[in-house]
């Protein structure tokens, strides 16, 4: 007489099923693995590109606080007629970074600033800050600057 069990006709379902659960238990570990790598690499490109901002802003406003007290009227290194990239490389460093720079650009007199022939006239001006911090990346940030003479 033979004797059968439900659990002889199923000699090794437990060692497949196992396997599958291990199997997608290990797929689930290396998807979390591979997002939480992406996330953290975003995270770092975000904080050097607020840096790089924030670092091109100090220098434009480095500029803008030595206009305040410069003589506008006499040629600087850092005050142009005209932008043109090939300004930054004698542009003057900031006193924020090594790498950062800053150029002043004179868009001229302000339309209707002064109607009467005696007042003074309002000059504008462009004031950019850059930062270049090789393969942490560039920022360039333009500000707007006036004043009276």
């Known amino acids: 007489m033979r004797e059968t069990t439900v659990l002889k006709t199923e ?19 290396i998807s979390a693995t591979t997002t939480s790598e992406i996330e953290t690499q975003i995270a770092g490109n975000e904080k050097a590109h607020k840096e790089n901002l924030y670092l091109a802003e100090a220098g434009a406003i480095d500029c803008g606080q030595l206009m305040s007290t410069a003589d506008l009227t006499v040629s600087h290194s850092w005050l142009k007629g005209s932008y043109d990239d090939s300004d ?35 000059y504008s001006y462009a004031i950019y800050g850059r930062t270049d911090r090789g393969n ?12 009276a003479f």
């Open 11 to 29: 000699e090794g379902s437990v060692l497949v099923i196992s396997l599958v659960m291990l199997v997608l238990l290990t797929l689930i570990g």
């Open 136 to 147: 942490l990346g560039r920022s360039i940030v333009r500000i707007g600057y006036r004043k």
């Open 88 to 122: 930054w490389d004698s542009a003057p460093q900031s006193t924020v970074n090594t790498n950062t720079r800053y150029l002043a650009v004179s868009e001229g007199v302000v339309k209707g600033a002064s109607l009467g022939l005696g007042g003074s006239r309002v």
